[in-house]
């Protein structure tokens, strides 16, 4: 790998500092970084190698060792260029490359080439010893004017060469709320072919075959053995009924210690040592703890054991990939859920996802993509939507203000379902302190300038069928003051909130994160000394069904009661929708902002 970079602005001298990871996986098939040069040269022609050594951290994440290391080009600077090379040994594996042409920086020429040799390979996907290669083949996204070259080797050791040459590739868009850039971003995805099926049948034979590699693989690791059996038979009772049987299945895999969540709270520091060598499902309930992976086989093992019709499902995470059918690997499959017959209906359920509400699938496994087994072999399928109430935000808040616009009061906010997954899992691994601190400043990003808060109680973190509720103290200016009137924001939880899609064209479709829903409801009292003047006029938005936005007003001869519900129920919109997107949203947004408008009564006029 080689790269030359020209430094045009201040904050690309980042690219001076290169991260690279060396993996270790158990299996042994691991890739090793080595030989890396650089050097920095100035627009004067001077030319400043690099010294020092990097700076190396060793991760070990469940079942694989990692190291980290951070390399730093000297003196970077406004005009210089920053070179750099360095290459990746893979160790007893073949694996097809993948040619990023678009990064986020812009791209003014790039080469690539692959030589492949000859002979039988093993591919880091099925870990077994595959005849020789019949076919390579790719799909490919590419600038215009831009071709991928093939030709067959001529030193009588490669089986065959790639070439491509680009100029001029644009800087990867940057775009709010917009897909993974791997669903857009130009670049060519090489692949095996293993078999000699013509190419009009490659893509349905492929996912067939691998299908049913896979799902014969995960059967064996999941078929109920002793320890299964034995805590299946302890767990459930002849008199429950079929969902009481498996949320109790479900309730007791949640309460082994899943590894994962250090990888996904972006924590990877050592932990118990993982029965890597793991041989089943029963190796794992045994040791008490796996990755999310192993836990999911946990759970399935057991729902078979107690007599459900259980299936696994391997999906992409939505946070990081959109299924490509046409790019045929399975490692286009990140993380597994479980698919269980319950009174005649199917439900989807995520034990790998530490803390998830039985029912339910964490936000990176719904409305996504996966291979699944069914009763008669394996097939592509979409994973259901999260139902919006599902993951439901309640923030209450009441607060009582002087003459002079400063607020005491309470806060109450509720985190349902699906939304209370972070908070539990930074607890988790983080501690109670590190979780106060993050809600803290989570809120204060939001709510009024100056507004102090403090965080009383974090209720029902051990659990994951109840809300998290988080109680706390408000303190502070609930506004400004103009003359005789106090001017507060309608919705004091979004006082500060950054107005979304404000650009008026866009390039790339909306995709958002999930379904969201919330409620809030603000009681605002004050004294006699202050008055009532105007409220924002209630108002009801939608966006053609997709989206709904609903803001209520109430008073009293002391009090205001601002409700606000807003609920999404489509994550991805088109360019072509985009127009209607920023609507509502900027529509939404000039709701929120308006304000109330207090009038302070002076003495005199107080007791006339």
Known sequence: ?????????????????????????????????????????????????????????????????????????????????????????????????????????????????????????????????????????????????????????????????????????????????????????????????????????????????????????QNRFDKPDYYVKRAVADLVDANDTPEQRLRKLYAAVMRLDNLSVDRDQGKLEAKQALPINAQDANDVLNAGRGVNDQINSVFVSMARAAGFTAYVMRVSNRDLKVFDPDYLTMGQFDDDIAVVELDGKEVFLDPGTRFCPFGHLGWRHAATTGIRQTKIGTEIAQTPQEPMEGGQIQRVANLTIDAQGEATGTLKVSYVGTSAIDWRQIDSVYGEAELRKRIKEQWERTLPPQMEVEVLSIDNMETYDEPVTVAASLKGPIGSIDGMQILARADLFEARSALRFQPETRELPVYLTGREFVRDAIRINFPESVRLASTPASINLSLKDAATYEFLTESTTNSVTIRRNYAVGRIDYSVSYYKDVRAFYLNLAAKDHESIVLKRISPADLNQ
Do not use: C
Request: aromatic share 12%; no cysteine.
């Open 1 to 217: 790998y080689y790269n030359r970079i020209k430094i045009l602005k201040q904050e690309a001298t980042d690219a001076a500092r290169i991260t690279l990871r060396s993996v270790a996986p158990a299996s042994g098939y691991g890739t090793e970084v080595d030989h890396f040069a650089g050097r920095t040269i100035h627009h004067d022609g001077t030319v400043v190698p690099m010294t020092e050594p990097p700076q190396e951290a060793i991760l070990q994440p469940p079942g694989e060792k990692i190291s980290e290391r951070t390399y730093e080009l000297p003196q970077p600077e406004v005009g210089s260029i920053l070179e750099y090379r360095y290459t990746i040994q893979l160790e007893r594996h073949v694996q097809p490359p993948i040619w990023s042409l678009q990064r986020e920086y812009y791209v003014r020429k790039a080469h690539f080439e692959w030589h492949f040799l000859q002979g039988p390979v093993q591919t880091i996907q099925s870990n077994e010893i595959a005849h020789p290669i019949d076919m390579i083949s790719y799909v490919m996204r590419l600038p215009p004017g831009v071709e991928l070259k093939r030709v067959e080797a001529e030193d009588g050791k490669s089986q065959m060469e790639f070439d491509l040459d680009a100029t001029d590739v644009p800087a990867l868009p940057k775009e709010e709320a917009m897909p993974p850039s791997s669903s857009f971003a130009y670049r060519v995805l090489f692949y095996f072919v293993h078999d000699t099926a013509t190419q009009e049948h490659w893509r349905e034979q492929f996912w067939k075959e691998a299908g049913e590699r896979w799902s014969q693989a």
